[in-house]
C-alpha cells in the first residue's frame, strides 16, 4: 500500500519562503507521477505542480500552474523516497491546505501553508 504524508506546512509573511514534503511509504515515491494541490476555505481543488518520472515518455518533467510558475519548484530526493515543493515569494492568495496525489486518487493528509502579516 501506498501512503502519503506532507509535512512542511506553516505560518509565514507574504514574501516568506517555505519547503513542503511528501513522503511515501510502502513504496518509493521515484515509482510515480506526483502531483501538488492545494484547497482554499470555499474553493475548489487545484494543481499546482507535478513531477513525472524518469520511465515517463517525458523523461521527468516539472509542470506547474501559471501563478506559480518562477515562485514554486518541484524536486525529488530519491535517496529519501521524498518529493519537495519550494515555495518562494508567497502571496496571502497561497494560503490553502497543500496535498500531494498520485494518480488514481492516493491522497496525502495535507498541510497548512498560511501566508499573513
Known amino acids: 500500500q501506498l501512503r502519503l504524508v506532507e509535512s512542511g506546512g506553516a505560518l509565514v509573511q507574504p514574501g516568506g519562503s517555505l519547503r513542503l514534503s511528501c513522503a511515501g511509504s510502502?513504496?518509493?515515491?521515484?515509482?510515480?507521477?506526483i502531483g501538488w494541490f492545494r484547497q482554499a476555505p470555499g474553493k475548489e481543488r487545484e494543481g499546482v505542480s507535478c513531477?513525472?518520472?524518469?520511465?515517463?515518455?517525458?523523461?521527468?518533467?516539472?509542470h506547474y500552474a501559471d501563478s506559480m510558475k518562477g515562485r514554486f519548484t518541484i524536486s525529488r530526493d530519491s535517496a529519501n523516497y521524498t518529493v519537495y515543493l519550494q515555495m518562494n515569494s508567497l502571496k496571502p492568495e497561497d494560503t490553502a491546505v497543500y496535498y500531494c496525489?498520485?494518480?488514481?486518487?492516493?491522497w496525502g493528509q495535507g498541510t497548512q501553508v498560511t501566508v499573513s502579516s
Open positions: 496525489n498520485i494518480p488514481g486518487n492516493y
Open positions: 510502502g513504496k518509493t515515491l521515484d515509482d510515480y507521477t
Open positions: 513531477i513525472t518520472t524518469s520511465f515517463d515518455d517525458d523523461d521527468g518533467s516539472a
